[in-house]
């Protein structure tokens, strides 16, 4: 920038002076005493840092205040220097007359946070100074990054302020300490405070996962409208700060309540651009904690959105995530946008809550210019003249939107003639916590602005007439509890027999289930579970595919001479062996008497050798009275999908035979 020092040159000898041109001769003749000559700069020169310093200096010496009438009520300022010292410099001459009484500034996070703050409440000791850090920072009507901006709030507009610290928000963080902080400094309960007067600030650390549990809890302790948002850091989603007290904070949020003067107003604006869809989406299976949507319609979230869009492939719907939100609709004018941030696996991650049961509509983006513009013209004509400043929280989603339209310039000349700051954040914050929406606390100054109060006196009365239906609505809800409570206890008994019937239905009905596909004896699997268990083996993932059949020598022998008895033991020890020799994922099923087979999906015929030598090798010690265990075996396996897997089973078959043969002759 240039021309700074010539401004401020001159400002101080016109306060000094007051229109006595002897008395501005004078003030130039004491400026040059203290090594300022004022006929050496004009608007060209480069602005010195140092010259200027010395220069707010001189001016605070010369008590070259304006008085409070004279002095601004709002002024905005912003700084693209490279380092804290310098912004805060440009910052403090750029707001050199406004006598702020609060200080707001959003910072880029590529800047030392603890250094900045520190050096903004230094440059501004007299001043209440909070801030937080940015995914991009707004000006008027310029978009920035790594940038600093920030508002100056004169007494004109505030009356009085205070602003806490929440610290800890993923430990056991407690909003109602602050509340009765404000409480006590306010001489006046945030519960009853005129929500006209009062308006409050949110800033959250963005990374925290918390704003829906801080909003919540304000709300529950107030009827005070707060906006804000949540910090950023230039979409690293590393580390997000937020700055209050001269000092810079994370896992934290900082929580203002201004009390506007009199004269003073206020209002918010809130703007969304999207359409509402016909496709419903019922959130069945949430993780709150990830802000994570595990089911859409009973269906994996990732296909349900996909279903919605009209897309083929669920790897394609990350492209739709900006163009295609989804929101809470509370009716046709408000609509809590929420945006999906990733795809984790099936599930989709949310930058906002979306809860169990929750029913949230498909949206489509439209004209963010429109739709802005539109607020602002009708706000504009409620005030019935010009706005004098906007503190402006908008979603970075919107601003990657304008990028994509080719509509950043056309969207920042809506705020050319306001001043404005504000930054681009991880979700704004009014009532709840939504995304892709810009919502703007309006101030206004008007000795006789009969519209504002207009407006506040309506809004008072409506306030009044919600307070008596909230009443109504709790006398109703304590006599249906008191109905429920009666119906409760004659459901209780009923619901416990219902409960144990339903218990035992269950465990029968798996006991059938279980039956139906196991043999008695061995507990091995069925005949039955066979045929289905080899269909679906037979696919050319499970290649190769082994099949070994055995058969239970000299069972006839044991049951003629010792009993059948001793027959169903050897069954049960076969049976035994084969479940210790074999795999976890092998299917074992008793095919007949003595038969058994064993289905190996992707085992090759060497494999399916091992297992029978470790078959072999427990049978030989294991006995029933002096009958040694033995089974005689074969084998053969689906190496390629053109064979047969029924020709598998026949070789297998022939060679189990085989084997048989040769047992008895060996026995013989």
């Given at each position: 920038m240039s021309g700074k020092i010539k401004e401020i040159i001159d400002r101080i000898i016109k306060e000094r002076a007051r229109g006595n041109p002897v008395i501005a001769e004078m003030t130039k003749a004491k400026l040059i005493l203290k090594g300022i000559y004022p006929d050496k700069y004009d608007s060209?020169?480069?602005?010195?840092?140092?010259?200027?310093e010395k220069l707010i200096e001189i001016k605070k010496q010369l008590n070259a205040e304006e008085s409070i009438e004279e002095s601004y009520n709002l002024k905005s300022a912003f700084s693209v220097k490279e380092t804290e010292e310098e912004i805060v410099l440009e910052i403090q001459t750029q707001l050199i007359n406004i006598g702020a009484k609060v200080l707001i500034f959003f910072a880029s996070s590529a800047f030392n946070q603890n250094k900045l703050s520190q050096l903004m409440q230094n440059a501004f000791e007299d001043c209440i100074v909070f801030g937080c850090s940015t995914a991009g920072e707004r000006f008027n009507e310029k978009i920035l990054t790594n940038s600093v901006v920030a508002l100056a709030l004169s007494s004109n507009l505030i009356a009085d302020a205070k602003v806490e610290v929440i610290q800890g928000l993923n430990s056991n963080f407690n909003t109602k300490q602050t509340f009765t902080s404000f409480d006590k400094y306010f001489n006046e309960s945030t519960y009853t405070m005129d929500p006209t007067r009062y308006a409050g600030i949110v800033l959250i650390d963005g990374l925290?996962?918390?704003?829906?549990?801080?909003?919540?809890?304000?709300g529950n302790l107030t009827d005070i409208?707060?906006?804000?948002?949540?910090?950023?850091?230039?979409l690293k989603y590393e580390r997000t700060t937020v700055y209050a007290n001269g000092k810079a904070y994370n896992d934290s949020a900082v929580i203002a309540l201004l009390k506007m003067q009199k004269k003073a107003g206020f209002s918010i604006i809130e703007t969304q651009s999207f359409n509402v869809l016909d496709p419903i989406l019922v959130a069945n299976k949430v993780n709150v904690e990830s802000r994570e949507v595990i089911e859409f319609n009973h269906k994996p979230a990732v296909q349900a959105y996909a279903d919605a869009l009209g897309v083929l492939s669920p790897k394609e719907i990350p492209k739709y995530f900006l163009s295609h939100p989804v929101g809470l609709v509370i009716d046709e004018n408000n609509?809590?946008?929420?945006?999906?941030?990733?795809?984790?696996?099936?599930?989709i991650k949310f930058f906002c809550n979306i809860l169990k049961d929750m029913e949230v509509r498909l949206l489509e983006d439209g004209d963010i210019v429109?739709?802005?513009q539109k607020a602002i013209e009708q706000k504009k004509k409620v005030l019935g003249k010009k706005i004098t400043g906007i503190l402006s929280f908008d979603c970075i989603h919107r601003r990657v939107e304008l990028e994509n339209k080719n509509l950043v310039e056309q969207y920042g000349e809506l705020f050319a003639d306001i001043p404005t700051i504000g930054f681009y954040s991880y979700g704004e914050v009014h009532i709840g916590h939504m995304n892709q929406t810009a919502t703007m606390l309006i101030f206004e100054y008007n000795s006789l602005n009969h519209n504002v109060r207009q407006e506040n006196r309506l809004l008072s009365k409506e306030k009044q007439r919600l307070t008596q239906a909230n009443?109504?609505?709790?006398?109703?809800?304590?006599?249906?509890?008191?109905k429920l409570k009666l119906a409760t206890r004659a459901l209780k008994q009923f619901n416990i027999a219902l409960e144990a019937e339903i218990n035992e239905r269950t465990k029968r009905e798996e006991e059938i289930r279980y039956l139906s596909y196991h043999d008695e004896l061995t507990g091995l699997y069925n005949r039955r579970f066979y045929e289905e268990a080899i269909k679906n083996l037979d696919t050319k993932t499970n290649l190769p595919i082994s099949i070994i059949i055995g058969d239970v020598n000299d069972l006839k022998i044991v049951n003629d001479t010792l009993g059948h008895a001793k027959g169903d033991e050897l069954l049960q020890k076969s049976a035994m062996i084969l479940k210790t020799a074999c795999r976890?994922?092998?299917?074992?099923?008793?095919?007949?008497g003595d038969e058994f087979i064993i289905l190996l999906s992707q085992t090759s015929k060497e494999v399916a050798q091992e297992i029978i030598r470790r078959i072999d090798q427990l049978s030989s010690k294991q006995f029933v009275n002096s009958f040694p265990i033995s089974i005689s075996?074969?084998?053969?396996?689906?190496?390629?999908?053109?064979?047969?897997?029924?020709?598998?089973?026949n070789n297998a078959e022939k060679s189990m035979y085989k084997r048989k043969a040769l047992y008895k002759n060996e026995i013989l």
């Open positions: 060209n020169d480069k602005d010195d840092p140092e010259i200027i925290s996962l918390k704003e829906e549990k801080l909003m919540d809890e304000i409208n707060f906006v804000g948002g949540s910090a950023g850091d230039n609509v809590l946008v929420r945006s999906p941030h990733k795809v984790n696996g099936s599930n429109k739709e802005t009443h109504d609505l709790k006398r109703e809800v304590f006599e249906l509890k008191r976890k994922e092998d299917v074992i099923v008793r095919f007949g075996f074969g084998w053969d396996a689906k190496e390629n999908s053109e064979e047969n897997i029924l020709e598998v089973l």
